[in-house]
């Protein structure tokens, strides 16, 4: 049981990273009279996705925005307010089902309280995959009905693939969950502790718990100030009379644009080798800053207070701390100075948040024999009243 429901958490993971896909990206479908390179060569492919339609040639593509929400056809809208709510709602999902794994365990809540969280995460990544799976068979249609002839995008290829898995993960999940536990009463938990030691203890808790937050937020800044282009705006002179005069410029990591009031046009910077030193260097922190960042936040989520895998020693989990402040640091570094307002606050956030981390995981516990576990289930087979002596120390 614990292996299916391992199996329809990762299966939700990659399900839910491919809803996000296909709603941040814009060829969910290609329309073309003739064959794709024909209609490249004459100017004719066209791309259409939930922000903008596009018309593709060998070396530049020109777009525009879909901002007059009041004037989008009704499946536009639709979709958008779905694959919006489904990437937002795969938050809580993913982590109600990481936090109800059988080798997570929550201070000493009871068994019947991670049960319900199991239950609770698999239902909301159904309908996350829900919404996909709405969005991404309306839209086709519609546009269908619209311009004609239309070819499938990689766009609505990832969002059919992330609501297929997380259609199967969240069945697994909530399926697989087990039975919900009827009472565990029974069990008890007993730590000698002095006052002082309570009271530096919690202090550490809260630092290294504000710590994570700051490093998440941090975090997401930098997928943000990578993923997007509007690193500098170049302007001769103020930007409305720029954008009168077709010369209000954005330049970033992947692509050079010039904005005018309803449209864009953009040169995609795909020539690695003529690219100045600062946009490679730029491109390659930044991508690893944004890859580094999911095993430093995993490692510092699974050395929080309230997390115990299994019954490991307090030293590893301090070891794990070290280790998610140290890489959280790394990313700061690597990203202060190279973007612009998203990847500062970014990198300030992960610096702060990683020095906080690193400093306040407490000292390396040399040994932890003071602590103790006592569980009735255990003492029910046997009659003696000497039993407690197998308790587990």
Known sequence: ???????????????????????ATNE??????????????????????????????????????????????????????????????????????????????LGSEPQSIKHKRSVLGGVLVLLVAFGGIISTVWFPIGVHRDSGLVTFGYSLYAGWIGAALCLFGGSVISCCSGDSPQYDEDRFYYAKQDEDTTASANQAKSAQMSGFLLSCFGWIGIIIATATSEWVVTCRFDITTCKKMDELGTRGLWEDCVLSTDLY?????????LLPAYIQ?????????????????????????????????????YKRSVVGGVLILLIGLVTFGYSLYAGW???????????MISCCSGD?????????????HRAAPSA?????KNAHV
């Open 1 to 23: 049981m614990a292996c299916l429901q391992l199996t329809g958490f990762m299966i939700s993971c990659f399900g839910w990273i491919g809803i996000i896909v296909a709603t």
């Open 28 to 105: 969910w479908v290609l329309t073309c009279k003739y064959g794709v390179s024909t209609c490249k060569k004459m100017d004719e492919l066209g791309a259409r996705g939930l922000w903008a339609d596009c018309v593709i040639s060998t070396a530049l593509y020109h777009c525009k925005s879909l901002n007059q929400i009041l004037t989008l056809p009704a499946y536009i809208q639709t979709a958008r307010a779905l694959m919006i709510s489904a990437s937002i709602l795969g938050l809580p999902a993913i982590l109600l089902v990481m936090m109800s794994l059988p080798c997570i365990n």
């Open 265 to 273: 046009h953009c040169r995609s910077l795909t020539d690695i080798l």
């Open 281 to 317: 260097t730029s491109r390659a922190l930044m991508i690893s800053a944004s890859i580094l960042g999911l095993p430093a936040i995993l490692l510092v989520m699974m050395s929080l207070p309230c997390i115990n895998l299994g019954s490991e020693p307090e030293s590893i989990k």
């Open 345 to 355: 606050i970014g990198a300030a956030l992960c610096l702060f948040g990683g020095s």
């Open 364 to 376: 390396s516990p040399e040994y932890s024999e003071n602590r103790y576990y006592y569980s009735k």
């Open 384 to 388: 003696s009243p000497n039993h407690a």
